[in-house]
């Protein structure tokens, strides 16, 4: 059975930052590209980030290049998303992803997580 389990989300001031974490389980991880999306309150879900199977690729949303950075480590099938210079409108519940046609630069995901909801505070 896969799970993809998030946490690290909070409230937070902005220009502060938040560290995301996404343990995967019941997946060849290093097998997958990984990713994460957002969605905010009557919005349609974001690309944020992905980053290829071995790690050696990263590609990101327009709205958070320079402020945010995917990373993974195969080794504890867990990927992280580091976030810098948070603004009001990063506000969303993120979730990770997983591929396993390792698609790329669009993910296609097979599995998601339930998501951890970031919340910005102006």
């Known amino acids: 059975q896969v799970q993809l389990v998030e946490s690290g989300g909070g409230l937070v001031q902005a220009g502060g930052s938040l560290r995301l974490s996404c343990a995967a389980s019941?997946?060849?991880?290093?097998?997958?590209?990984m990713g994460w999306f957002r969605q905010a309150a009557g919005k349609l879900r974001e690309f944020v980030a992905a980053?290829?199977?071995?790690?050696?690729?990263?590609h990101y949303g327009d709205s958070v290049k320079g402020r945010f950075t995917i990373s993974r480590d195969n080794a504890k099938n867990t990927v992280y998303l580091q976030m810098n210079s948070l603004k009001a409108e990063d506000t969303a519940v993120y979730s990770c992803?997983?591929?396993?046609?390792?698609?790329?630069?669009?993910?296609?995901?097979?599995?998601w997580g339930q998501g951890t909801q970031v919340t910005v505070s102006s």
């Open positions: 992803a997983a591929d396993s046609r390792r698609s790329w630069p669009t993910m296609d995901p097979d599995y």
């Open positions: 980053i290829s199977w071995r790690g050696g690729s990263t």
């Open positions: 019941g997946v060849t991880f290093n097998s997958y590209t």
